[in-house]
């Protein structure tokens, strides 16, 4: 399995517009996670899918984030506008159940995209 | 919400064990805790979970007391390659809320030649 894919990699961007971030996660996992990471707050959970359905987007920081999962194989995070605060590692995790309404403790991480609003 | 508390930094050299301790006073009767490890440009990769006295598999050992308020994360003799930041996650996962996913900043673990 080639493991959660993230695409791009890098972007810079001005700031004003608008940006998506792309994932793909392994298959077969039925839940999906938005992380982002700066050094000062370190790695916080913006939103989690469970069969394509948003569980959980209290760690969406504004109006200007929001997320999709238009299939089981497709998520986007799009930034729209975009700000220099919104600087930061945006990483995809995905995971599958344990069990019946079970969460698996092991989430599979992508290698993240480095977002740099100027 | 379980919140967990680690030190921030540790230092350690080559060949020698590290233990990383956790606190978690609020910890629920139904959560676990859980271990990930995370390489400088890279996302966090899960190392280890439990939920009372001890777990061991080929990476590390997680040690749990009976009152479960913190856990400690030992790597035996540790490697230049062991050099990242350890985070200690608590929650339970059979409930649908993000709360669980609480990484903070984690341990930065700096093994020394």
């Known amino acids: 399995d080639a493991g959660v894919i993230q695409s791009p990699r890098h972007e810079v961007t001005e700031m004003g517009q608008e940006v998506t971030l792309r994932c793909k996660p392994i298959?077969?996992?039925?839940?999906l996670f938005w992380y982002r990471q700066t050094m000062m707050r370190g790695l916080e959970l913006l939103i989690y899918?469970?069969?394509?359905?948003?569980?959980?987007d209290s760690g969406m920081p504004e109006d200007r984030f929001s997320a999709k999962m238009p299939n089981a194989s497709f998520s986007t995070l799009k930034i729209q506008p975009s700000e220099p605060r919104d600087s930061a590692v945006y990483f995809c995790?995905?995971?599958?159940?344990?069990?019946?309404?079970?969460?698996?403790?092991?989430?599979?991480f992508g290698p993240g995209t480095r977002l740099t609003v100027t | 919400l379980a919140k967990t508390t680690q030190p921030i930094s540790m230092d350690s050299y080559e060949g020698q064990e590290v233990n990383i301790t956790c606190s978690h006073n609020?910890?629920?009767?139904?959560?676990?805790i859980t271990w990930y490890q995370q390489f400088p440009s890279q996302g966090p990769r899960f190392i280890i979970q439990?939920?009372?006295t001890k777990v061991t598999n080929e990476v590390a050992s997680l040690f749990i007391p009976a009152d479960r308020k913190s856990s400690t994360l030992s790597l035996p003799r540790v490697s230049l390659s062991d050099t990242a930041v350890y985070y200690c996650?608590?929650?339970?996962?059979?409930?649908?809320?993000?709360?669980?996913?609480?990484f903070g900043t984690g341990t930065s673990l700096t093994v020394i030649p």
């Open positions: 995790a995905s995971s599958r159940t344990a069990g019946t309404g079970i969460l698996s403790y092991e989430q599979y």
């Open positions: 298959s077969g996992h039925d839940y």
């Open positions: 899918f469970n069969n394509n359905v948003p569980i959980d």
């Open positions: 609020n910890i629920a009767t139904n959560d676990y």
């Open positions: 439990g939920y009372k």
């Open positions: 996650l608590v929650g339970d996962h059979g409930t649908n809320t993000g709360n669980q996913f609480y």
